[in-house]
């Protein structure tokens, strides 16, 4: 059996492996950074996992600040206050430890404590991280603790605009942490639901990387591979939390998806970044529930590439046969079918409709899609997915 402990400088350096998190004050070390403030979310700052990796600093004699007011869809005032923290403990960089949360508002406090200009004029739109002082940017050692995002391997930070009502994803290439500790044990005590959602966020990510156009095979292949390892693992880590060798492969899947979906993203994100900003869902969950909806919409534009993503897995039947495997996958996991049972009591006039097709046609991802998303291509695959019909094609 092949040991699941490597070194990897693709994308950063990547520490990967079980007990990997005694290396923090190394790796912190290594970053260059002496006064670290130590971010996470307020559920797993109550968590052994945090007292034990304090312990770890405390050992080593390095003075650390905590912050954890980090809300799950991380919002303005939360960076605000994070940012207030940091400079007057006169840190000097970032331990991000978490899931997607956690990791994005560590990343993002580091790359704003040092700005003069809002958060807002960061975000991923042409060159605008250019107008960023690169220099003033604080160091990051990322530790994730749920296998999903891949944040701790990406470029951005997702924030919550709490007035609008949108995410916003804030964009510069040194939110790329400099040392990922990539520790499975970490991710041990993920309750299931976290597990399939954030595992389902993996497996869209590659998805979505995967069926967007342009030509990008080095993407095309983490992708492939991604969502071999999350077929393979994610019911077992689902199943058993402590299947190590799972947690561990399905961390490396979440990595490999952001790594992907340097491609692009599409539809799945377009519609699940509104939901969850307006109905505070769990991001990998809702993207979980949109994904058959959205690949029968895909279909004539993707069908020959996932028939061959199909026959690389070992899944019969090309796109139906993959098809299937999704809505299998997700049952296993417990996965509501239907928005309307993700969302419990919703209730969706037209308007609101409407507003949440516009958001989605206008989401960065919403480009990526391989089929054009129209305000009417959105408005019925919002209708398909509180229906529970998985049904139409985007030609
Ligand atoms: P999360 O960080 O919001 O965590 C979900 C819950 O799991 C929290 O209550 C947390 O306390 C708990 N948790 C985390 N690790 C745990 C562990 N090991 N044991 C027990 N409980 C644990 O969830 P997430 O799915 O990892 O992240 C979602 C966020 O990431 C969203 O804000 C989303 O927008 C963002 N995101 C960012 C990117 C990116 O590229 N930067 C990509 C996708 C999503």
Redesign the pocket.
């Known amino acids: 059996m092949t040991k699941l402990v490597s070194k990897w400088n693709y994308p950063t350096t990547v520490r990967f492996g079980a007990g990997r998190i005694s290396e923090l004050p190394d790796a912190l070390a290594a970053a260059g950074i002496k006064r670290p403030l130590f971010v996470t ?4 700052a109550k ?1 052994p ?1 945090v007292a034990s990796t304090l312990k770890l600093l405390d050992d080593a004699r390095i003075p650390y600040g905590v912050f954890s007011d980090v809300k ?3 919002v303005e005032s939360n960076l605000t206050a994070g940012i207030e923290v940091f400079k007057k403990g006169k840190h000097d960089g970032v331990i991000a430890f ?7 508002l560590g990343k993002l406090i580091a790359f704003q404590a040092g700005q003069t200009r809002p958060v807002w004029d960061f975000e991923d739109i042409g060159d605008w991280w250019t107008r960023a002082n690169s220099d003033a940017i604080a160091p990051i050692v990322a530790v994730p ?2 296998a ?4 701790e391997v ?1 470029r ?3 924030i919550t605009h709490e007035e609008t009502h949108t ?1 916003k ?1 804030i964009f510069h290439p040194k939110l790329l942490p400099a040392i990922v500790i990539a520790d499975p044990e ?6 299931p639901f ?1 597990t399939a ?2 595992g389902m ?1 993996a497996f869209a ?1 590659c998805l979505e990387a995967y069926c967007a156009p342009g030509y990008h095979p080095m993407a095309d292949g983490i992708a492939i591979e991604g969502i071999r390892l999350v077929f393979e693992n994610l019911p077992r880590a689902y199943a058993n939390g402590k299947d190590l060798a799972a947690r561990a492969h399905m961390m490396s899947a979440a990595a490999m998806g ?1 790594a992907a979906f340097q491609k692009g993203l599409g539809a799945i994100h377009s519609l699940s970044h509104p939901i ?1 900003a307006l109905y505070d869902t ?3 969950m809702t993207n979980a529930v949109f994904m058959p909806y959205v690949l029968a919409f895909n279909r004539d534009a993707v069908e020959e590439r996932i028939a061959r993503l199909a026959a690389y897995i070992g899944i019969k039947g090309g796109f139906d046969g993959f098809a299937k495997a999704v809505l299998k996958l997700r049952k296993e996991l417990g996965v509501p079918h239907a928005l309307p049972d993700l969302i419990k009591g919703l209730d969706m006039d037209k308007k609101r409709k409407a507003l949440i097709a516009d958001m989605a046609i206008v989401d960065p991802t919403a480009g990526g899609n391989p089929v054009k998303l129209t305000r009417k291509a959105a408005l019925a695959l919002l209708d398909n997915s509180i229906a529970g019909a998985v049904q139409g094609s985007g030609r």
Do not use: R
């Open positions: 979310d307020p559920g797993l968590l996992v799950p869809n991380p978490g899931g997607g949360s956690g990791l994005d603790t749920t999903g995002t891949g944040s990406g951005a930070g997702v995410k994803v970490l991710t041990v005590g993920m309750p976290i959602g954030t966020d990510h952001a969850g769990h991001h990998g």
